[in-house]
């Protein structure tokens, strides 16, 4: 079977940290000439740029998922990656609900805007989309599994946001993978398949980090059972 490359956590300009250069259109280019096969888009706390990532992305040949990196209540980082943009559309808007209600004031916090295709800007959203959520790990990976997502841990092993800095280790759960940043990784993964992304927020870091998984096909389907048979390989590996 062949094998396809991978990164599965790229920030837009939605989200208020990143970079107004990277546009889904951007990225979607970006993508391509760095050789990947499939990307996702996981803006924090909202969807609202992926369908302009999914017509990029058909535009330039690149499979897509469609998520978002939400905030449990813990402040843990959690990848939340969908197979359709309506699956994380809906997710999102649950998300944007729970929410705090902090104003964004995009002078002092980062402009937050979703565009179209064509990076045209649609919109802003008014809430700080970096904040947490009235919900707690467990609920938030409830949310996403019933939803037909992939529920995985972010960058387990970083200093801040996230499930070593916050809770001091990985509770056991239904993850579909764990995000490392480092080979080794200082946290016990115990038995769960590691995958590794860039968590680019800026386009010359896309593709930084990647993985690579074992499939037939590089759909959603085919990255599922990849991912459970642990048929990966990752780009920080030796």
Known sequence: MPWFRADLHLHSCLSPCGDLECSPSAIA????????DLVALADHN?????????EACRREGVAALYGIEATSREEVHLLCLFATVEQ???????FYRALADVQNIPAKLGDQVYVDVDENILGAVEKHLVGALDYSVDEI?????????????????????????????????????VEVTRSPCPLDTHDYT????????????????????EAETVSFAALRDALAAKRVRLSIES
């Open 88 to 94: 994380a559309l809906d997710a999102g808007e649950l």
């Open 141 to 177: 990976c409830e949310a996403v599994n019933s939803r037909g997502g992939l529920f995985i841990p972010a960058h387990i092993d970083r200093s801040v946001n996230s499930m070593g800095s916050q809770l001091g280790f990985l509770p056991h759960a239904p993850y579909a993978a």
């Open 29 to 36: 280019v970006t993508a391509k000439q760095r050789g990947l």
């Open 194 to 213: 590691r995958i590794c992304n860039s968590d680019a927020h800026f386009l010359d870091d896309i593709a930084m980090r990647w993985f690579a998984y």
């Open 46 to 54: 909202s969807a609202l740029n992926c369908p302009a990532f999914a």
